[in-house]
């Protein structure tokens, strides 16, 4: 049987795939998926705590705001990375390429 601990696994190596993408590349589109990774991660780990139950009383006692969360961050990350994907192509037309550590221009 496949304990919670073992379904915990998958986001934690997801986080660190995450991680480690975010701090070893410089392109920025693979630093926006890197952090979407991480935030799957978050969110497989969401579902994840969402579906043990706190007590052992009845299954039907178990609430759905778990996935009710993940559900609106789902939406919510969607249109996150919309956005930066955007900013992305944008600045890619203006500078022609989108190395994060020559974009000094945009620092505030």
């Known amino acids: 049987m496949l304990t919670a601990t073992m379904f915990l696994s998958i986001p934690l190596i997801m986080l660190a795939i995450g991680i480690y993408g975010l701090v ?15 935030f799957n991660a ?7 705590l969402s579906s043990i ?27 996150e990375i919309g956005v930066a994907i955007s900013i992305a192509i944008l600045l890619f037309q203006i500078k022609q390429h989108i190395d994060v550590y020559e974009l000094k221009k945009f620092r505030g």
């Open 24 to 38: 070893s590349r410089r392109n920025m589109v693979r630093m926006l998926l890197s952090a979407e990774v991480i």
């Open 42 to 48: 978050a969110l497989l780990a969401l579902l994840t």
């Open 53 to 79: 139950p706190l007590y052992a009383a009845t299954q039907l006692d178990k609430p759905a705001i778990g996935g009710t969360i993940a559900l609106l961050a789902i939406g919510i990350a969607a249109a």
